[in-house]
């Protein structure tokens, strides 16, 4: 069963785990504030594991325009070609929930760099994919 989100929430939602693939530095620092927020749900100021794997459940969803249960190349067009290759670990051409679940968990790691299991503002505006 799909969850249901409202648009405002699928909008925000996601873009922390947006701003984690493609370049944070193309995202300005309110907007990279606002997904923050709207990834920290329980309010205290770190993003924890569930509530960042919450944050790629909805980006997947967000992303996944015609419903199909995989993203696309045309459906993560922001997303640079090599990182898509990168994910789609069994070569399928699409990307499927557990495949962008295997990366996002990989990145949560990288990001948390003092490695408390869980992420600051500070944690992910630093990190820079393939850096
Ligand atoms: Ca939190
Ligand atoms: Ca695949
Ligand atoms: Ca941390």
Avoid: C, W, Y
């Amino acid at each position: 069963m799909r969850a249901v989100i409202t648009a405002t929430a699928a909008v925000l939602a996601g873009q922390l785990v947006l701003a984690a693939t493609t370049a944070a530095a193309e995202m300005d620092e309110a907007t990279l504030r606002e997904a923050f927020a709207a990834a920290d749900t329980n309010g205290d100021g770190v993003i924890d594991e569930a509530e960042f794997a919450a944050d790629i459940v909805k980006a997947f969803v967000r992303l996944d325009k015609d419903g199909d249960g995989q993203l696309s190349p045309a459906e993560l067009a922001a997303h640079e070609p090599g990182l898509f290759e990168a994910m789609d670990t069994d070569g399928s051409g699409t990307l499927s929930l557990a495949e962008v679940q295997a990366k996002r968990t990989a990145d949560f790691e990288a990001m948390d760099t003092n490695g408390d299991g869980v992420l600051t503002f500070e944690e992910m505006r630093a990190f820079r994919p393939g850096m």
